[in-house]
């Protein structure tokens, strides 16, 4: 059925300016919009420019033919990425280190300075280029300096054995400065843009129309050196497209408190009217989880495969690019087993305890999920790490929960959503106030469709500020009903602690009722004495839940 444009879009589809920005928030059809901006426009040669390769693949079975889907690499490797295709990869410090007799320490910092480099629009590589954290001393900074552009040169020859960067080769087209010939560029995901990538684009203004497309409140690339295009640049006409299509206006509401609390926007995010918000996710549908970090994630599936009940678990990506690897090394960390650490950062660490310390003092959010996940699971997690294993299936449909990070979730949804509970605390104290983990929470939110399970910090929040949850679930109402002698402050606490074990209500209470903690005479039952049949039952279904997935292997 095809939906008619709201103002906000037809806005976009008349608009004439030569410099058009598009600010587009969540699941508000930005994709949808351009395509009805280059269908309006069948004479004009387009190039649509995609954050990645599997975005502009998808682009090209929806834009008409005069429209080019392309990424920037793919643009410069037909122009001069091809001579590189022997040696293209990312080269590593003991490469660099063999090549030019230093250690692997400078050579780890040269090959930074390349990569800052490379994503700038600079001619030479300088001291700015530098991590002046771990180089203080002038003489070593301009040292480092002299054996950056050395390996630099290095990847350039193509009798050298060190890797040539995709980056490098868009470097030198970019240098080249090309013209595109087209009328008009459109450029997606505008808010998470290298500067090289709108150097490219903007010097095309001359001959073609520019359209900037993206949300600043989904910038969550600036650790690779990504910058807000929306914001960098003076635009002859400013659209906003506000109207989500895709979550229930409960969830729009939810992203409008996150926005205007944190990040100062004064606009309304307007969700759907045709379906309602449910606060919770029904369990025996199939439920996407939404870790911010990797251990965060693994935290997650870890409460997964501790439940009673055999599930199958879809990572997107899947599940060795998760580096859960990392949470093995910091197990080994803890349990004083360093021979056995492969991961080189968590190696320099003499124990678990430096390591943590490290964590809150850095307010590194990686490190601290680390500490928090082998803390919690100790002994366990190479158990569970086994577990997740044998629960993975690379098929989605065949899954009963997709995991994902907010990172690798953008642009995704789902009906259900648990969003984890390593997000940003809230509210932010203002020393480690981030808006790009403010940014990732609104990310995750923002994938649900019609449910969602929110963290505890998140929705705590909410309720300070008087979030009106008067929307409540089924799923909400026979959890509550499920344990009729406890009383209210107690249920609540029950039901989080049940959320976050992933275990069924009624799965904890008929335990509960076995092992005689209460029944129907009791008025209240031993709430300590049940939290701890929570924690051991969950042991006991992970070595459960093993045993299964080795008998299928044996078999």
């Known amino acids: 059925m095809t939906r008619n444009n709201t103002q906000e879009q037809q806005a976009v589809i008349d608009s004439d300016a030569n410099l058009l920005a598009v600010d587009a928030f ?15 426009r069948p004479s004009q040669r387009i190039l649509y420019i995609a954050f990645n390769k599997s975005v502009a693949a998808e682009a090209k079975e929806r834009f008409p033919e005069n429209v080019d889907c392309r990424t920037t690499h793919s643009l410069a490797y037909a122009a001069v ?13 003991y ?30 590589i300088t001291l700015n280029h530098i991590n002046q954290d771990e180089v203080q001393d002038p003489i070593e900074a301009d040292a480092l300096v002299d054996l950056a552009r050395n390996v630099w040169e290095r990847m350039q020859d193509p009798r050298s054995d060190l890797k040539m960067p995709h980056d490098g080769y868009l470097k030198l087209w970019a240098m080249g400065q090309p013209r595109l010939r087209y009328d008009i560029i459109l450029l997606d995901e505008a808010q998470d843009t290298n500067p090289i990538t709108l150097d490219l684009v903007m010097s095309q203004q ?25 914001e960098a640049v003076e635009a002859q006409e400013r659209v906003a497209l506000t109207q989500s299509f895709r979550f229930a206006q409960g969830i729009a509401d939810v992203a409008t408190a996150l926005l205007q609390a944190f990040k100062g926007e004064d606009r309304c995010v307007k969700g759907r009217s045709d379906i309602s918000v449910k606060w919770s996710i029904d369990y025996r549908k199939h439920y996407a989880i939404i870790g911010r970090t990797n251990a965060g994630l693994f935290s997650a599936a870890a409460n997964v495969v501790m439940g009673r009940r055999e ?12 580096l859960f690897g990392k949470v093995l090394d910091a197990y080994y960390l803890w349990a004083d087993e360093r021979a056995r650490i492969k991961d080189a950062t968590i190696a320099r ?3 678990f305890h430096d390591f943590k310390q490290y964590g809150d003092e850095a307010g590194d959010a990686e490190v601290k ?40 979730a953008k642009g995704l949804e789902w009906d259900q959503v648990m969003v984890a509970d390593d997000f940003i605390e809230l509210p932010p104290g203002e020393d ?4 790009e983990e403010v940014n990732l929470l609104y990310v995750g939110v923002t994938r649900a469709i019609e449910s969602i399970l929110l963290p505890g910090s998140l929705r705590e929040w909410l309720e300070s500020t008087g979030f009106d949850f008067n929307q409540q679930s089924e799923c909400e109402q026979s959890e509550t009903k499920a344990l009729p002698h406890a009383d209210v402050a107690q249920s609540e606490e029950l039901r989080r602690l049940i959320t976050e074990r992933a275990l069924l209500a009624e799965a904890i209470t008929d335990a509960a009722q076995m092992c005689g903690l209460f029944d129907s005479k009791a008025s209240v039952p031993d709430f300590n004495q049940l939290q701890q049949l929570i924690h051991e039952l969950g042991r006991e279904c992970l070595r459960a839940n093993l045993m299964r997935a080795e008998a299928q292997y044996a078999g």
């Open 349 to 351: 660490f003499q124990n």
């Open 26 to 40: 969540a699941g508000t059809g930005k994709t949808s919009t351009l395509v009805k901006y280059a269908e309006a």
């Open 432 to 435: 480690d106030f981030d808006e």
């Open 81 to 93: 990425g091809r001579k590189f295709a022997e040696k293209l990869g990312n080269a590593q410090p």
């Open 369 to 408: 999920a680390l500490v928090k996940t082998v803390e919690q699971y100790r002994m366990d997690v190479p158990v569970i790490y086994n577990a997740m294993r044998a629960a993975e299936t690379p098929v989605q449909d065949r899954a009963d929960i997709t995991l994902t990070t907010g990172h690798r």
């Open 206 to 230: 001359g001959h073609a129309k520019i359209v900037l497309v993206g949300d600043r409140h989904q910038g969550i690339y600036g650790f690779r050196k990504a910058m807000n295009a929306m």
């Open 95 to 124: 490469m660099v280190a063999q090549a030019f007799k230093c250690n692997t320490k400078r050579a780890k910092l040269a090959l930074e300075a390349v990569s800052s480099w490379l994503c700038s629009i600079d001619a030479e």
């Open 311 to 322: 599930r199958r678990l879809h990572f997107v990506g899947g599940f060795d690019s998760y």
